[in-house]
């Protein structure tokens, strides 16, 4: 059986390489099963250290394809990708693609694949924000509607591909492949020795990730977040890994001079010193989609400047603030939590590191028998 899981951008190395050491091991159990499970990397994301140092750290190896696409608008992205994946299906023949997540090489590989009658599995399936201006809302949709295995994290994901008429064979709620991940690195990240090279102290600083274009792309909007952080700063040191397109924003917009001091700037870290900054945080904020699972499976006080969520137990039983997307809100909630109002949590069911086996297990019996 040849299987090909489909990365391309940084969220998706840290999902995939449990699915492949889920894969690894249970060919050492039992030498019969003839499984290949390749790696097909889009390109997507390509810089070091948005791509490189997560296959490094999460002992993933060498992706077998890399189609080398790059950034380009939406369409030339998914289109490039699309174009270069279905000269590996036409030539690799695979009796499956997995996917994970939401980004543009998840529904461009996905479509590829089912095109040519190859079978889909997505993982991280189901889940929605309800907000189609999200490029990612749209990825979801599609990718779930001709997926042959939807693979599901929290309880909202079965229900919402209910409503959308996906039959129930199809669905199975298995977890979070992203906390097995995490899981399975927490060993590793709390040898890291990013606290004293950022002269930081443990439970006493923020983690501030913000890349959304709707918070990123307009100068107004991120020089209010700017001045957010300028005034948090004056309370806790922040720690603010930029992300390249963060980045090109603050240069184009002049944002760089008049940064507090107490405003640690970084290049995007690795995903051991990331987990491990965390991980010792007191307070995240961000508008990220994973980092709200994370921060919940931790039971550490997160903040998602988004109006909406598409992992909404983070916000139900987990320890994520959705405060929507005016910044001031985001304030006077972090100005709260930093005086002690934190919100208690649990984590959510499934959430156990094992969700990548349930994942093998269900492919593997559903071929050979
Ligand atoms: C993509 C995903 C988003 C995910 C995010 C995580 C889609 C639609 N969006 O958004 O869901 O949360 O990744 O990072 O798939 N760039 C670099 N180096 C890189 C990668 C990108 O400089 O290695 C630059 C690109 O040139 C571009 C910008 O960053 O200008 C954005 O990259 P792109 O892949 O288009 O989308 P993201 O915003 O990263």
Partial sequence: MKIISVVGARPNFMKVAPVHKAFNQLKIKNDKLKIEHLICHTGQHFDFNMSKVFFDELGLPEPDFYLGVGSGSHAQQTAGIMIEFEKILLNEKPDLVIVVGDVNSTIACSLTACKLHIKVAHIEAGLRSFDRSMPEEVNRILTD???????VTEKSGLENLKHEGIFDQKVYFVGNVMIDSLINLIPKADKSGIHSSLGLTKGNYIVVTIHRPHNVDFKEKLSEII???NRLAEKRKIVFPVHPRTKKSMDNFGLMKNIHD???LTDPLGYIDFISLIKNSELIITDSGGIQEES?????????????????????TGTNHLVGD????????????LSGHKKQGVIPPLWDGKASERIVEIIINSFTH
Avoid: H, W
């Fill in 296 to 316: 919940t499976f931790l039971g550490k006080q997160c903040i998602t400047c988004r109006p909406t969520t598409e992992r909404p137990i983070t916000v139900e």
């Fill in 326 to 337: 005016d910044f001031r809100t985001t304030e006077i909630t972090a100005n709260e939590i």
């Fill in 145 to 151: 509607s001709i997926s042959d295995y939807l693979f």
């Fill in 262 to 264: 107490n405003v640690i």
């Fill in 227 to 229: 001045g957010m952080l």
